[in-house]
């Protein structure tokens, strides 16, 4: 099962920050914080991932709270091409699968 | 960037038959792969864990004898959806670990395999 909750859907208007919100309490010491996002009929892209810090790359930045039992995924300028699912996920180190929940539509409004 | 590429993007086959789908690691070796499964408006559902040289691993409910799984390289891992019927129907999707440190590496994601048996 998965261990994350979001919200089911949010909106955004198109220009803006879009701020993705994820719960995960009951993360483990070893357990790092991923997101995806999949648009409609294709796999999912990886986005960001992170362990304790704070991380930034060219897609996203990911806040991580200091006790680690919640994260923000935020896209700085959101547009339409962003509209998609995306998952949070809670992922133990080495070669292990990812287990999705159901993940937050994010809908891009121009 | 690393890339997972699959094959067919879409398939459509009769009641009865068999369907094979390709999962290739285009510029990094995989020794394990992932498979899922997804049914409409619903989550993705891993099905089993593909290791090359050895016999897979399939999670609770998924049948081994039904859907064969076959990694015999580094860089392809093979699903063959057999007697396919119409539940069977779903996108299927392939995902390996890129190479790095493997303590974090991330999963990359085949586009997926659009399965309709009719």
């Known amino acids: 099962d998965a261990k994350t909750t979001q919200p089911p859907s949010m909106d955004c208007a198109e220009g803006r920050a879009a701020n993705l919100p994820c719960n995960h309490s009951?993360?483990?010491?070893?357990?790092?914080v991923y997101w995806y996002r999949q648009i409609h009929s294709q796999g999912p892209q990886y986005i960001i991932h992170?362990?304790?810090n704070n991380e930034t790359n060219e897609m996203a930045s990911l806040i991580i709270t200091e006790d680690r039992k919640s994260s923000t995924l935020i896209l700085p300028h959101a547009t339409l091409r962003d509209t998609a699912v995306y998952y949070c996920?809670?992922?133990?180190?080495?070669?292990?699968?990812?287990?999705f929940g159901k993940g937050t539509r994010l809908s891009v409004i121009a | 960037g690393a890339v997972v590429s699959q094959h067919p993007s879409r398939v459509i086959c009769k009641s009865g038959t068999s369907v094979k789908i390709e999962c290739r690691s285009l510029?990094?070796?995989?020794?394990?792969m992932f498979w899922y499964r997804q049914f409409p408006k619903q989550s993705l559902m891993l099905m089993a864990t593909?290791?090359?040289?050895?016999?897979?691993?399939?999670e609770q409910g998924v049948e081994k004898d039904k859907f064969l799984i076959n990694h015999a390289s580094l860089t392809l891992s093979t699903l063959t959806v057999t007697s396919a019927h119409p539940e069977d129907s779903s996108f299927y999707i392939c995902?390996?670990?890129?190479?790095?440190?493997?303590?974090?590496?991330?999963?990359?994601f085949g586009n997926g395999t659009r399965l309709t048996v009719t």
């Open positions: 995902s390996a670990t890129t190479p790095g440190p493997t303590y974090n590496s991330p999963l990359h």
């Open positions: 510029d990094f070796q995989a020794t394990t």
């Open positions: 593909s290791n090359e040289g050895s016999k897979a691993t399939y």
């Open positions: 009951t993360i483990s010491g070893n357990e790092y």
């Open positions: 992170g362990l304790k």
């Open positions: 996920i809670v992922r133990v180190s080495g070669n292990t699968p990812l287990v």
